[in-house]
């Protein structure tokens, strides 16, 4: 599991723009980010390098962050990849509450969080699904 970064933001102009000069004057590496929003408010989630440290440059800049553990899994870059492991999910009877992908050196990440993280680390190791610890996804940037 690696560690995600969720920030609360007002969907005002200005608010994204205000975290991520944050993030890069504290020189913290962006790998990954998205936006999930509704008419007042937008989650902001990120993956980043050092993101204890990324947390903690936030909540002193009076951010409302929080960090949560993710499952970040390496997949073949082919059409489908990310489809046999939902479906392998979805067998096994575990909920995602929410999912994003990405690329990085060839390769698809797909992150993801459920509600039944033991469950779905046995789907992972039962179906040799590759899981990225959070050193390893450091490295690649």
């Known amino acids: ?5 969720s920030i ?3 969907n005002t102009s200005g608010t994204l723009i205000t975290v991520l000069q944050e993030l890069k004057r504290a020189n913290v590496q962006l790998i990954s980010m998205t936006i ?3 008419a007042e408010y937008g989650i902001l989630r990120i993956i980043c390098a050092e993101p ?3 947390c903690d440059v936030l909540k002193e800049a009076g951010v409302a962050v929080a960090l949560s553990d993710v499952f ?3 997949l073949d870059n082919h059409p489908g990849a990310g ?4 479906e392998a999910f979805s067998k096994a009877d575990i909920s995602l509450s929410y999912i994003y992908t990405f690329h990085m050196r060839g390769k698809g990440i797909m ?7 033991e469950k779905a680390a046995q789907v992972i190791s039962d179906n040799k699904f590759l899981s990225i610890e959070e050193e390893e996804l450091e490295k690649w940037v």
């Open 111 to 117: 992150i993801f969080r459920t509600d039944n993280a």
């Open 36 to 38: 999930a929003d509704t």
């Open 8 to 10: 609360f933001l007002e």
């Open 83 to 86: 489809a046999d492991v939902v």
């Open 1 to 5: 599991m690696i560690h995600q970064l």
């Open 72 to 74: 970040a899994l390496e």
């Open 52 to 54: 204890l440290r990324a």
